[in-house]
């Protein structure tokens, strides 16, 4: 991969915002530079615009370099990011699977670029050699996600790898759901794959999807690109300091996961005895994908019930599917509950 090739020309020439916080980063006792209001202590303040602190925190506990991680508002920065530097409007396109995470399809309209998807099959697997056939000249990235949204499932790793080492542009893999699975993550493989980008994010496992943080993992020069594009203080302090505090919580993290793993085995086996359960999708995260006879009729039953899942019925080989998120035991068994009324 040639990374200037990739890049827009726009973007390789542009002169990114220098701030007041980033020409001056040392020891001071004075700030008179960033016309700041000197009252209402520490909000008065910008934040570090590389969160400097928090990504020490977070290359400790990843395993990976600091230069390596970007962070963003959620993943969905790093996500437009991506097209905002390497897919020229009108002329560029991206790759994806189908069904996958909505906010690929999204972005890439905002930025006006082509998506094209390439379904899975109907076990919901991947085939990189027909991904690697979508693309073209003007095809800058490729877009997986595993575990899937919303199927569920973990996606081969030798057929991600497949399109990493295949495809000379980007290769994002989304790995929101990987604290759910039972496979492990591509992170301590990212040395070896300069087109590699990885999503993660604070939003599920973490329980942080208020405070608005993702991450991207990628090739300290890719990283350099997103801040060279981002908005200078695209992570607050508010979220800053939060993330800082949650992170000394991982073992509370893990109880969590654990629980949510227990929660979706007993959930998935009380669904599939529903009469009108036509399948429960084995799941590598913390949701169930689950086709129901009437899904529609289902998913209307249960907001009446005051409980909402996810329609996913019109959805490419989804067809009379929900998307039922694991909840708390409580919200689970309420689930059930309604379900169960309906039989
Ligand atoms: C939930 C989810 C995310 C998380 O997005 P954030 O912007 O970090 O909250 C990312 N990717 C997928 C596939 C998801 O389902």
Redesign the pocket.
């Known amino acids: 991969m040639n990374l200037e090739n990739l890049l827009r020309d726009n973007i390789k020439a542009l002169k990114p915002y220098s701030s007041a916080r980033d020409e001056f980063s040392g020891e001071a006792e004075v700030f008179l530079d960033a016309n700041e209001n000197p009252f209402n202590a520490p909000y008065n303040r910008y934040p570090d615009p590389l969160q400097r602190t928090l990504k020490t925190k977070i290359s400790e506990l990843k395993k990976v370099a600091p230069e390596k991680i970007f962070l963003g508002n959620?993943?969905?920065e790093p996500i437009d990011l991506i097209f905002r530097a390497f897919c020229e409007p009108g002329k560029d396109n991206v790759v994806t699977i189908d069904p996958t995470?909505g906010m690929y399809q999204v972005a890439a309209g905002i930025n006006n670029v082509e998506v094209r998807q390439v379904k899975l099959d109907d076990n919901y697997r991947l085939a990189a050699s027909e991904l690697l056939r979508a693309a073209d000249q003007y095809t800058k990235a490729v877009f997986v996600?595993s575990p899937n949204?919303p199927t569920g499932n973990l996606l081969e790793k030798s057929e991600i790898l497949k399109l990493v080492t295949g495809f000379h542009g980007i290769v994002v893999v989304?790995e929101?759901y990987i604290d759910f699975s039972p496979e492990s993550s591509l992170l301590p493989e990212l040395d070896q794959y300069p087109n590699l980008v990885i999503?993660q994010?604070f939003?599920?496992a973490w329980g942080m999807?208020g405070i608005r943080l993702?991450m991207a993992f990628a090739h300290p020069a890719i990283v350099a690109v997103f801040n060279k594009i981002k908005y200078p203080y695209n992570i607050n302090i508010l979220t800053q300091q939060t993330a800082m505090e949650l992170l000394e919580k991982s073992p509370e993290k893990n109880g969590w996961v654990k629980l949510i793993l227990e929660e979706r085995a007993k959930l998935a086996e009380e669904l599939a005895k529903l009469p009108f359960t036509q399948k429960v999708y084995p799941s590598d995260a913390n949701f169930l994908l689950v086709k129901m006879h009437d899904a529609r009729g289902i998913y209307t039953y249960l907001t009446e019930q005051k409980i909402i899942v996810r329609d996913r019925s019109k959805v490419t080989l989804c067809e009379d599917c929900l998307r039922i998120t694991i909840g708390s035991p409580e919200e689970n068994a309420q689930l059930l509950e309604a379900l169960l009324n309906l039989v």
């Open positions: 959620g993943s969905d995470y996600c949204n989304d929101a999503l994010t939003s599920k999807a993702g």
